[in-house]
């Protein structure tokens, strides 16, 4: 997964065509899953915004807690451009972030958060659609089951197709730059 990583990395640094053209590979495809409200939700925001996508866990305690923060930030960030983007979060640990236990910890990172789940079979095609690799790490005494999981945040359009990768190491001012290259004002 850190060689995948890798790879990711040095494509989206590599290329100056990156920013002008979809990515040189297959990522992304249709999901349906379920909302921390309860709401069907497929990779189109029902509000016509871009969207910013990572999958993870609400309650994380290792890669979310830097991707979810920096997540909220470039959706501030956008949102003094005239640009308003959903942050949304597909879990990797179905037992923990449930319909009734995602809104808390989210929400305290931005109000708009989605947090997205479903049974094991919804998961995998969102899972599959992006390539995605989860598995259980260890037990943590505190926290529970961890997860080793990808750590890119895709930037989407409101239909779902993904526009570019946000590796979760940059900052928010360098995240919410390559975004606007990708983004209209006002829209």
């Known amino acids: 997964?850190?060689?995948?990583?890798?790879?990711?990395?040095?494509?989206?640094n590599a290329s100056s065509v990156l920013a002008q053209s979809p990515l040189?590979?297959?990522?992304?495809?249709?999901f349906t899953l379920t909302n921390q409200h309860g709401e069907r939700?497929?990779?189109?925001d029902p509000d016509?915004?871009?969207?910013?996508?990572?999958?993870?866990?609400?309650n994380c305690p290792g890669v979310c807690t830097a991707a979810l923060p920096l997540m909220a930030e470039v959706t501030d960030s956008l949102a003094k451009q005239d640009i308003t983007v959903r942050p949304v979060m597909i879990t990797v640990d179905p037992?923990?972030?449930?319909?009734?236990t995602m809104a808390e910890p989210l929400v305290r990172h931005h109000p708009s958060f989605i947090g997205l789940t479903g049974d094991r079979d919804a998961l995998g095609a969102a899972y599959a659609a992006f390539s995605v690799e989860h598995a259980l790490a260890y037990e943590d005494p505190t926290y529970g089951p961890v997860y080793s999981h990808g750590s890119l945040i895709y930037l989407m359009d409101a239909?779902?197709?993904?526009?570019?990768?946000?590796?979760?190491?940059?900052?928010a001012n360098h995240a919410a730059e390559t975004a606007l290259k990708y983004l209209t004002p006002g829209k």
């Open 24 to 30: 040189p590979f297959d990522v992304g495809g249709p």
């Open 41 to 44: 939700r497929t990779q189109s």
């Open 48 to 58: 016509g915004l871009p969207q910013l996508l990572f999958f993870g866990y609400a």
């Open 1 to 12: 997964m850190i060689l995948r990583f890798a790879i990711l990395l040095m494509l989206f």
């Open 95 to 100: 037992a923990r972030d449930t319909v009734e």
């Open 159 to 171: 239909n779902g197709k993904v526009l570019t990768l946000i590796p979760p190491v940059m900052d």
